[in-house]
Nanobody
């Protein structure tokens, strides 16, 4: 069983920065593909970024150049550095994980609120 716990959300002004962290339990972190997703009120959940076992990263067009996903396998933690935040980035951000052999993200954290004020 894999448990994911997010931290680092909060209130920030337009143009500000935040770093989210997702601590993962268990001994299989290095074999997991990790991702950050977000869901704003009234909108569908969006895949923001993911990082593979080898460190390959991919981003939604809406955050390219502003957000950076990274992982520390020694700390079983994945991060999302968010710069140049905009009010439209306001959402609940959730950490997700899947085994490399699985097509779906089937481990989820409870989420952390990020609010960007204009």
């Amino acid at each position: 069983q894999v448990q994911l716990v997010e931290s680092g959300g909060g209130l920030v002004q337009d143009g500000g920065s935040l770093t989210l962290s997702c601590a993962t339990s268990g001994s299989i972190f290095s074999s997991l593909v990790m991702a950050w997703c977000r869901q704003a009120p009234g909108k569908q959940r969006e895949l923001v970024a993911f990082i593979t076992l080898t460190g390959y990263t991919n981003y939604a067009d809406s955050v390219k150049g502003r957000f950076t996903i990274s992982r520390d396998n020694a700390k079983n933690t994945v991060y999302l550095q968010m710069n140049s935040l905009k009010p439209e980035d306001t959402a609940v951000y959730s950490c997700a994980a899947r085994r490399s052999t699985s097509p779906n993200f089937n481990y989820w954290g409870q989420g952390t609120q990020v609010t960007v004020s204009s």
